[in-house]
């Protein structure tokens, strides 16, 4: 992914952003042409309790340029009255394993790469420079902070201590002295600055969203290197909350990831495929969400960057294209011990506290979508002892739990006479449309909620497959009897014949995509080959598929809204309210496939297997293109607008949407 001068102008460079990320939670993250429009961009972003509690360490370099009389800065910082043009320099930027940027200047040219080692807190940025002619100095300003990634310091006078010996330097900011900074440049000498700060970095994406978009840095010094005529050098800036990065080899840092990565790919399996290039990119941004969680020594997978952290019911539905289909089966047992690690009365924790590591437990999907994904680990894997021995119990556990009802952290949770599931009340959002404002549910989804119980029968019929295997007769007829009594009583009231869909939570007629649950999972609740079926498919087609994903509402339902834009509450008004989530792609396309292999007419179901391709194919275009030319470099943002230009908003890279369109991508047909 390679962005020549012509799309390195300020316009179109700072709608791009780029993310490295270092297996802790820890991220790199800018702009193609290094301008920071969001406060969540950094060159080290640090998880002090990883993957939570990250921490703006290192904002950016500043790099200046002295030759043959002149200073040019090769920086673009953005302040609101004001915007340093040092993208014009730029010749090239490419994310390929690790990002990298080309300047040329008064004939000097400067390549600029940086690296995390994975598994530390550390940032490596490695400058090539081949000088002119002339004798120059090469400037590095390094400009940091230490706060909260979500939180802006405005009208900050920032309290700087540093030891410095030789071009190491400690750095403690503001008296956070059990976490000190640590910063080397393996040539030149380092100058100290006194009460130097960056007031009022400007990001614009934070004021479209209606934050706080203005804050003070701090510039603790800045390292000058003389440059000899017509000579090439290698000079290398670390920064790191590990002490020993004088002993950081950067050539061996960029060599092991780069490593790293082509293993991940042959392991995957996939490095045979058709486009190498795609798979590649794939790993990459798969393996982005894939951290470590030392405190449980288990992995976990973020929902997306830069803000989320771990989120049960996100990481359950891009457990499949993320771990399973990359063949990462020995993390894939990790997530899953991670997710049954605090059941609480049944409940599995769909997330915890990015503060206090405290387990949440505001879902009543992510128990029932473990099911279905210890079916698909065994699909893939056939360890079934690893089922036995480590998770049955848990879901024995879950299943029971729902049947005699939680009502724990407002839950409401029972098991109604017909057999459905109803859940919530009319202040608590526990399925995945949860907006709240205040005490308001934006989508107040509370009652017999169409993909919960869609859910609850297919977490009854895996239950009564596994008891067959590890339980008692006794419980696989108690499943299989309250299976078959949710079957009936689903099919009967959730059809909503006058507008040939499901409704969406019973009483509620809105058309929604949550319906396509009823065909997608392991055990549909409706027979794919039935009329209803089909109707609810077609219906969801026509009113909610486009190329980007499934919108969360139909055009004309009211409070409908097509643009994902402004400040908290205008964005929480529309969040489920029309916007385009590419995630849904994946349950449309697991119902579809249902549909085809349910279809006994061959003649039928070879039109349908050519619909199929056809909208496979349109979905691997869209998204390449969105990869490679448009939104974030490599990746795939949470959601979309619902109208030309169909724009990438929310965060801009979501694991479940990379899940899911990459298993449209790789398992066509």
């Not at 290094?34 to 703006?56: I, M, W």
């Not at 030789?166 to 006194?194: C, E, F, R, W």
């Not at 803000?307 to 359950?316: A, E």
């Amino acid at each position: 992914m390679k962005y020549a001068k012509d799309k390195l102008n300020l316009e179109e460079g700072t709608k791009r952003d780029w993310i490295i990320t270092n297996g802790l939670g820890g991220y790199a993250s800018s702009t193609i042409i290094g301008a920071n429009t969001r406060k969540y961009h950094g060159l080290l972003v640090a998880p002090l309790t990883p993957p939570a509690r990250r921490y703006l360490i290192l904002s950016k370099i500043d790099e200046s340029i002295e030759t043959n009389g002149k200073k040019y800065n090769l920086y673009t910082n953005m302040c609101k009255n004001y915007i340093s043009n040092g993208y014009k320099y730029l010749e090239s930027f490419e994310k390929d394993y690790i990002p990298t940027f080309e300047y040329k200047v008064d004939g000097i040219n400067i390549k600029k790469s940086i690296c995390m080692e994975y598994g530390k807190n550390t940032v490596v940025i490695l400058y090539k420079i081949k000088n002119n002619k002339n004798t120059s100095k090469l400037m590095l300003a390094p400009i940091m902070n230490f706060r909260d990634f979500h939180i802006v310091t405005t009208d900050c006078k920032f309290d700087v201590r540093q030891e410095i010996n030789q071009n190491k330097v400690k750095v403690v900011i503001n008296g956070q002295s059990a976490t000190p900074i640590y910063m080397n440049l393996t040539q030149g000498k380092y100058i100290k600055h006194d009460s130097d700060q960056f007031n009022n970095m400007y990001y614009i994406e934070e004021e479209k969203r209606g934050m706080s978009a203005e804050e003070n840095l701090v510039v603790p010094g800045r390292y000058e290197i003389e440059l000899e005529p017509n000579t090439e050098k290698n000079i290398t800036f670390v920064c790191s909350l590990e002490e020993n990065i004088e002993e950081i080899k950067e050539t061996d840092i960029i060599k092991n990831e780069i490593a790293r990565v082509d293993k991940l790919i042959k392991n995957s399996n996939l490095s045979n495929a058709r486009n190498k290039e795609l798979i590649k990119t794939y790993i990459i941004a798969s393996d982005n969400f894939v951290v470590y969680r030392p405190s449980f020594a288990l992995h976990t997978i973020i929902a997306g960057y830069p803000w989320f952290l771990d989120w049960g019911r996100d990481s359950l539905i891009a457990f499949e294209g993320l771990l399973l289909l990359t063949n990462r089966y020995e993390i894939a047992k990790e997530l899953l011990l991670t997710y049954i690690r605090d059941i609480k009365f049944g409940l599995v924790p769909n997330g915890y506290s990015g503060y206090d590591n405290r387990p949440l437990y505001n879902s009543v999907d992510a128990s029932l979508l473990l099911f279905e994904q210890v079916k698909k680990f065994l699909n893939y894997t056939k360890d079934y002892e690893f089922v036995k021995e480590k998770i049955y119990n848990s879901l024995i556990k879950v299943i029971d739990s729902y049947i005699q009802g939680i009502d724990y952290d407002n839950n409401n949770i029972w098991l109604d006479e017909d057999g459905l599931l109803v859940s919530g009340t009319e202040h608590t959002q526990n399925t995945w449309m949860d907006a709240k404002v205040g005490e308001h549910c934006v989508t107040p989804r509370n009652g017999k909620a169409v993909e919960i119980n869609a859910m609850w029968y297919n977490a009854l019929k895996i239950a009564e497959e596994l008891t067959k295997l590890y339980g008692t007769k006794e419980q696989t007829k108690k499943y299989s009897n309250l299976a078959e009594k949710c079957k009936k009583s689903f099919e009967v009231k959730f059809y909503n014949k006058k507008r040939k869909c499901l409704y969406d939570v019973i009483g509620d007629s809105k058309i929604r995509p949550n319906q396509l649950f009823a065909i997608s999972l392991t055990y549909p609740v409706l027979e794919p080959d039935s009329e209803m079926a089909k109707e609810m498919f077609e219906t969801v087609t026509k009113k909610l598929l486009n190329n980007y994903g499934l919108k969360t509402l139909a055009k004309g339902e009211a409070f409908y809204k097509d643009v994902y834009e402004g400040d908290v509450l205008k964005r929480d008004m529309s969040y489920h309210q029309g916007i385009t989530w590419p995630w849904l792609l994946g349950v449309y396309a697991d119902g579809f496939k249902n549909i085809i292999k349910a279809e006994k007419n061959e003649t039928q179901k070879s039109k349908l297997k050519q619909e199929y391709e056809s909208f496979a194919k349109n979905v691997e275009e869209t998204f390449t293109k969105e990869m490679y030319e448009n939104s974030t470099v490599g990746t795939i943002s949470e959601l979309y607008d619902s109208k030309k230009p169909y724009l990438a908003k929310g965060a801009f890279a979501q694991a479940w949407s990379v899940s899911e369109v990459f298993k449209i991508i790789l398992q066509k047909g």
